[in-house]
């Protein structure tokens, strides 16, 4: 491994915390197994409550499921390159392993929880929606994703969301609201009533 590169400035405490990047940094250039085992230790709770919306994952399902997004983590951590927050580039390792373990299965009741609204049951084909949500969500901007993802797939609620992403409380609603605005068009087929407004409660 070369450790020659220069390691990269670190970032404001609005995209990541100094403490956390030096130790993504220390992994990259030094295979440093405490500090991925720390950023292991702080984001298991968070990837396991995430995967726990796909109904159809069973307890050892996600556990292995966790497991691969930190080897998969690991392995491309050197790809990483701060544009979006670690949080956010990690679930979404362990988002798309778990689109590709249902597209694997055939599995057609893969929903989340918080899409139930969305759907019509009789017409429900899971994977094809979570395929039409993964797109809808590639057309919201990285700060509109990062909310969605924690008011949405992290449970958390407005106000924790803005004092985890470090923001004022209305810029996070105004994400919210916008991305909202993004998903209903693009999952609008998938709506019960197409007249009908997403309706986000936050947890």
Not at 143 to 164: N, P, R
């Amino acid at each position: 491994m070369n450790c020659a590169i220069k390691l990269q400035p670190l970032l404001s405490g609005n995209q990541q915390k100094d403490e956390e990047w030096l130790m993504i940094q220390r992994v990259v250039f030094f295979a440093d197994q405490k500090a991925f085992s720390e950023l292991t230790i702080a984001y298991q709770p968070g990837l396991k409550r995430m995967l726990t919306r796909f109904k159809s994952l069973d307890a050892a399902m996600i556990e292995d499921l966790v497991q691969e997004t930190f080897l998969r983590a690991y392995l491309s951590l050197s790809g990483f390159n701060a544009q979006s927050r670690f949080s956010t580039w990690l679930y979404r390792i362990a988002y798309n392993l778990a689109i590709d373990h249902f597209r694997k299965k055939r599995i057609a009741t893969c929903s989340m929880e918080y899409s139930e609204e969305l759907v019509a049951k009789d017409h429900l084909n899971g994977w094809e929606l979570q395929r039409d949500l993964v797109l809808a969500m590639k057309q919201l901007s990285a700060a509109q994703q990062q909310a969605v993802l924690l008011c949405y797939a992290e449970g958390y609620s407005h106000s924790e969301a803005a004092d985890k992403l470090q923001l004022p409380l209305g810029t996070v609603k105004t994400h919210i609201m916008r991305a909202k605005k993004i998903l209903e068009k693009t999952l609008q087929p998938w709506m019960v009533n197409p007249d009908t407004q997403l309706e986000y409660q936050p947890l």
